[in-house]
């Protein structure tokens, strides 16, 4: 799999399908430490960081919202002392969408 944290993102339309098992796989490769949970059916990339302390969670929260909100795509974020899970997935197709791994690859970045 290409470097995924310099891909550009794709455009994602109402009719894109969810990524097929096979390319989500070959992502996963290129994702140590995220995991695929499912949520009410639909498949979310997720990761659990961990941090010294609430602030220094509370900052990474805000360095993941601010790329999101640069790119125009949004995690679940869920911060606790000490720790944030961020999860990816693409609401217009009900699951996983080539840049949930994109984000996914420049949150890893972050950390």
Do not use: Y
């Not at 990339?45 to 900052?59: I, N, P």
């Not at 996983?96 to 890893?108: E, M, P, Q």
Request: aromatic share 10%; net charge negative; hydrophobic share 45%.
């Amino acid at each position: 799999m290409k470097d995924l944290v310099n891909m550009p993102l794709e455009e994602c339309r109402p009719d894109t399908p969810p990524m097929p098992p096979a390319k989500v796989e070959a992502c996963m490769r290129a994702l140590p430490g995220w995991r695929i949970a499912m949520v009410d059916g639909i498949q979310h990339l997720t990761r659990t960081f961990e941090f010294k302390d609430f602030k220094a969670a509370l900052d990474f929260t805000n360095q993941v919202g601010a790329a999101a909100e640069a790119d125009n795509h949004h995690p679940e974020l869920l911060t606790a002392w000490g720790k944030v899970t961020v999860s990816w997935w693409t609401f217009t197709v009900r699951g996983l969408h080539i840049n949930d791994f994109i984000l996914a690859a420049k949150t890893d970045q972050l950390f």
